[in-house]
């Protein structure tokens, strides 16, 4: 498969325009910032392409049965067109892809890490007019349906990566106990909102690249993507200071450096002053 290529200049900086202002909306819109990340991976996708995955969201919408009960129904209902009409689904191979992060991509290709997968049951499921939000779990991402409050109880959960498996009580606290070692806290069970899950998957595609040398220009990205969000983590900056050194920009990596040493600085002055170090390091690689 081809590797994905940015879009120019021009066109990225248009794109981060449009994530910043959704990303500050009254009700951001899920569906249509996961479609701008796409854009900044793939500068294939355009507006045609954001549209044609937009489109088939709602196609698929259109085939749920109207209105079909509880949240049992529903997620059943959704189980059966997404996971095993449609064969939405995913596999260990899929973490490798940094197309199993972006949704056009896993629109298209029915596969995907578990949170792109989840956005596709969202989407799907909210234009159907289901009661549904996205649960982050510790390590696997999962939908809800039904009533959140109050622990499990009026709560049904799916697997969109097991082809939307409803999950009992137990199955949770394995999937929790399996990434941390520690109980099902009830907290874990709140519906995420848009841009957790956004900054979830931006994480993500982060971690992709941070194996990967040669794709430092994803890392950047999807760093600079996340420093756009209202909230999001100040180390976040350090981080994007040391990709803009790793590939040359000494200055500007210097510069940002300085700049979240003056933001620590405020806490803890001796790391404040260890970045500094690595910002005079850094401006040393011009000589």
């Known amino acids: 498969m081809r590797p994905l290529l940015p879009p120019p200049p021009e066109r990225s900086a248009a794109l981060r325009r449009r994530f910043a202002a959704e ?4 009700r951001p819109d899920l569906a249509t910032l996961c479609l701008l990340v796409g854009a900044q991976a793939d500068g294939t996708l355009d507006e045609a392409g954001a549209d044609a995955a937009q489109a088939e969201l ?3 919408a259109g085939l749920l049965p109207f209105r079909p009960g509880g949240a049992r129904a529903w997620a059943v209902a959704l189980r059966e067109l997404l996971g095993e009409r449609c064969g939405f689904h995913g596999s260990a191979a899929d973490y490798q892809r940094l197309e199993s992060s972006l949704l056009h991509t896993v629109v298209r290709r029915r596969r995907g890490l578990p949170i792109l997968l989840s956005v596709v ?3 799907v ?3 159907a007019g289901a009661p549904v939000y996205g649960v982050a779990l510790p390590g696997h991402f999962v939908v809800g349906f039904g009533e959140p409050s109050g622990g499990t109880e009026g ?8 082809g939307g498996r409803v999950l009992t009580g137990r199955d949770a606290e394995l999937l929790v106990a399996g990434a941390t070692g520690a109980p099902l806290d009830p907290s874990m069970l709140a519906p995420a909102d848009p841009l957790e899950v956004v900054l979830r998957i931006l994480n993500n595609i982060r971690a992709w690249a941070a194996v990967r040398a040669e794709r430092s220009d994803v890392g950047l990205w ?3 993507l996340s420093l756009l969000l ?3 983590p100040a180390r976040l900056r350090y981080e994007r200071a040391q990709l803009l050194v790793r590939r040359g920009d000494f200055l500007g990596g210097a510069a940002e450096l300085e700049a979240y040493a003056e933001v620590v600085g405020a806490v803890d002055e001796g790391a404040a002053e ?3 170090g690595e910002a005079r390091a850094a401006r040393a690689l011009l000589n």
Not at 155 to 162: A, E, H, K, R
């Open 230 to 232: 209202p909230s999001h």
């Open 121 to 123: 049951w969202i989407e």
């Open 274 to 276: 260890r970045v500094r």
């Open 58 to 60: 709602d196609r698929l």
């Open 125 to 127: 499921a909210r234009r």
């Open 222 to 224: 999807a760093v600079e």
């Open 23 to 26: 990303a500050r909306a009254e």
């Open 155 to 162: 709560q049904v959960l799916v697997d969109p990566f097991d």
